[in-house]
């Protein structure tokens, strides 16, 4: 990755994952479609949809459809 003047430098943590074929075909689509890469689309989706439960409980209980976990 390229660093311009005033840009934050970011430490970058490779990871692999497997995905299904569908999974993977939707994820070129959007990066196509938004002009952005994948690894920035999968860390969006991350962040965007683990910062919204406090913890690993809630996590679960929301997946599960526990509507009593607060």
């Known amino acids: 990755m390229k660093y311009y003047s005033g ?3 970011i430490k970058l943590t490779p ?3 497997r995905v299904r074929p569908e999974a993977k075909a939707l994820l070129l689509r ?3 479609e ?3 890469s994948q690894a920035s689309i999968v ?3 991350i962040l965007e949809h ?3 439960y406090k913890t690993t ?3 679960l209980a929301a997946f599960l459809g526990d509507n ?3």
């Open 15 to 17: 990871m692999l994952v």
């Open 34 to 36: 938004q002009r952005r």
């Open 43 to 45: 860390e969006f989706l």
């Open 7 to 9: 840009m934050k430098k």
């Open 57 to 59: 409980d809630q996590r």
């Open 68 to 70: 009593n976990e607060n």
């Open 50 to 52: 683990l910062s919204r």
């Open 30 to 32: 959007a990066s196509v």
